[in-house]
Every structure is written in structure tokens, then in C-alpha cells.
């Protein structure tokens, strides 16, 4: 209510509002909120407005939310990405709309949150702005985290090479990385030659990244029967300076364990165990 006051200023008429409350159309929410009694009530009188007088209101919405609420704008953050998206305010859609992802994300509200990355990034579009890399990581990785997996592959395709251009290697890595992460959740194992692209990137790789690179390249060829190069990767994991629990440490012993059994050298299959144990 007090941000519909301040939106309309000196044209705001109480006796209008208790009108449109007498004939239905608008309903008391909790405390000063006020709600439509029916969607199709909401869209009916939408459609009505002028396209340019619509935009006009969603930024006036936009900018009294933020003088009304601005003590608490955290939990308006997506209302406030949404009304100026809809008034064509880029800028201002770009900031909320990134603000509200990280927010949301933070909430672990995953498929929200990807709408938002997803706002940022199309109104960035193309255009040589910093945040575009952020927010195309950023929706990458949430993506994966919904579950759409070649969508996250994709965008993270399209990101590496934009960066490659731009010579950006870190983002490059970064979104290399996701595919990797998108190509394995799908057992796809085309995803080796990426991951072997990720571990000839140098030395700014993290290590636990670098460790689970490895180890999943020696699950494929493990899988694939390939026992003599997935002994090489799964050997590489003890000279990556892991700390004690690694999970990727811990399960590359009893891959080795199951090579050896496999072979018939049991007494070297219990060893790998107990090793693995002792992690």
C-alpha cells in the first residue's frame, strides 16, 4: 500500500482504491499488502494498459520500493529486478536481478536463482561488460545444481570460447570446468578429452579441482577396462599433496584394490584397502 502511494504521488486516491476493494477486484493481504482476487483479474486489466504507459509504472514501482524499502531491500531484491526488466531499465535489472541470484542461492532456491543469473545474462547480452562473466558462470553453475545439465553445458561452452577471444583464461578455466562437471553427472564419457584440455590449463588450476579431474579420468577408464591408464591417473591423486578424507584419495584406493583383485594380486588389493581405510 505505502509503495502503491508513493508510486502514484499526488494522483493516488484512496476513494478509487476502496472501490476497486468494494467491487472484488482487489483484496487486503496481510499488514498493508494488497492483492489481485483473481489472476485473470490482474491480466485483463495488464493488457489493458498502453505498453508505454506500463513501463512508465514499472519504473516508478521500481523506484519507490527502493525509497520505501530501502531499509530492507533484500527480500524485494527480485520484485525490484522485475519491474525494471519490465520498464527497460537495463541497468538497474542487471544489478537487482544479480543481486537477487545470490540471494536466492544463498537460500539454496536453485530454480529462482537461475532465472535470475539468467535475466543478468540476457541483458548483458554480447556487450564487453565484466559482469557478463560472472553471470555466465554464475547460471552455469546453478544450472547444475537444477539438474539441466546440457544447458549448463552450453552456456559453458559459449562462455570458454568468448573468453578464449578475449583472452580471459581464468574465466576460460572456469567454464571449462563446468562442462567437465555437466559432461560426468551425465556419464558422458566424451567428457575425457575435456578434462584432459582442463588438466594441460597450468598451474592455476585448484587442487582439489585438479584432484577430482583426475580421479573421474580414472573412473572412465576404469570403466571403459582401461586398467593400465586408470592405474596412471588414480597413482597421480597421491602426489597432489591431498589432505586426510579426501573423498577422491580415499575411492581411487579401492579402484586400485579392485584392479589388483581383478589381476589376481589379492595380496596387493587388501593393501590398497587398508590403505584407503588409514585416509
Request: net charge neutral.
Amino acid at each position: 500500500f505505502a509503495v502503491l502511494k508513493h508510486a502514484m504521488g499526488g494522483r493516488f486516491s484512496r476513494k478509487a482504491l476502496q472501490a476497486l476493494l468494494e467491487a472484488g477486484f482487489i483484496l487486503e493481504a496481510d499488514g498493508d499488502t494488497l492483492a489481485f482476487s483473481h489472476a485473470l483479474v490482474q491480466e485483463s486489466l495488464y493488457a489493458a494498459i498502453p505498453q508505454k504507459v506500463r513501463r512508465r509504472h514499472h519504473r516508478r514501482i521500481g523506484a519507490s520500493i527502493e525509497a520505501i524499502k530501502r531499509d530492507d531491500l533484500g527480500h524485494y531484491l527480485p520484485n525490484l529486478a522485475n519491474h525494471f526488466s519490465l520498464a527497460g531499465h537495463r541497468e538497474n535489472t542487471i544489478h537487482y536481478s544479480m543481486k537477487a541470484a545470490k540471494r536466492l542461492e544463498s537460500m539454496l532456491s536453485f530454480p529462482e536463482a537461475a532465472r535470475y543469473w539468467r535475466m543478468a545474462v540476457d541483458q548483458i547480452g554480447r556487450r564487453d561488460d565484466p559482469r557478463r562473466w560472472d553471470a555466465s558462470i554464475h547460471l552455469g553453475k546453478t544450472l547444475i545444481r537444477t539438474g539441466e545439465l546440457a544447458q549448463a553445458y552450453e552456456l559453458a561452452l559459449e562462455t570458454e570460447k568468448s573468453a578464449q577471444r578475449k583472452r580471459l583464461e581464468d574465466v576460460a578455466l572456469r567454464a571449462v570446468v563446468i562442462q567437465f562437471d555437466a559432461m560426468d553427472r551425465m556419464s558422458d564419457y566424451t567428457y575425457l578429452g575435456k578434462a584432459y584440455q582442463i588438466c594441460e590449463m597450468g598451474e592455476n588450476i585448484p587442487t582439489e579441482i585438479r584432484a577430482r579431474i583426475v580421479h573421474q579420468i580414472g573412473v572412465a577408464e576404469y570403466s571403459l577396462s582401461h586398467f593400465d591408464q586408470a592405474l596412471d591417473f588414480f597413482g597421480q591423486l597421491s602426489t597432489l599433496q591431498l589432505g586426510l578424507g579426501n573423498e577422491d584419495l580415499v575411492s581411487s584406493h579401492v579402484f586400485l584394490s579392485s584392479i589388483a583383485k581383478t589381476r589376481g594380486q589379492f595380496d596387493d588389493a587388501l593393501e590398497r584397502l587398508e590403505e584407503g581405510l588409514i585416509l
